[in-house]
Nanobody
């Protein structure tokens, strides 16, 4: 079993920055990949950035060049540095993990990110 807890959400003005952190606990050895999803009101949940055990990363086109996913193995955390934030980035951001699977099947409770114009 694995548990994911997000932190770092909040309210920021357009052009500002936020750093989200996801702390993983439990059977972390069974995690194949971790990433960040977001869901805006009235829209489907989308993958923002992913980070595999091998170190490969991928980003949604809408955030590439502005967001950076990273990991801190010492703290069992995955981070998302969000720069040059736009109002359209407003969403609930979820930490997600592929737990013994090729599909994201474990989720944190989410953290609200609101970008004002």
């Amino acid at each position: 079993q694995v548990q994911l807890v997000e932190s770092g959400g909040g309210l920021v003005q357009a052009g500002g920055s936020l750093r989200l952190s996801c702390s993983a606990s439990g059977s972390i050895g069974s995690i194949n990949a971790m990433g960040w999803y977001r869901q805006a009101p009235g829209k489907q949940r989308e993958l923002v950035a992913g980070f595999t055990r091998s170190g490969a990363t991928n980003y949604a086109d809408s955030v590439k060049g502005r967001f950076t996913i990273s990991r801190d193995n010492a703290k069992n955390t995955v981070n998302l540095q969000m720069n040059s934030l736009k109002p359209e980035d407003t969403a609930v951001y979820y930490c997600a993990a592929q737990y013994g699977s090729l599909w994201y099947n474990r989720w944190g409770q989410g953290t609200q990110v609101t970008v004002s114009s």
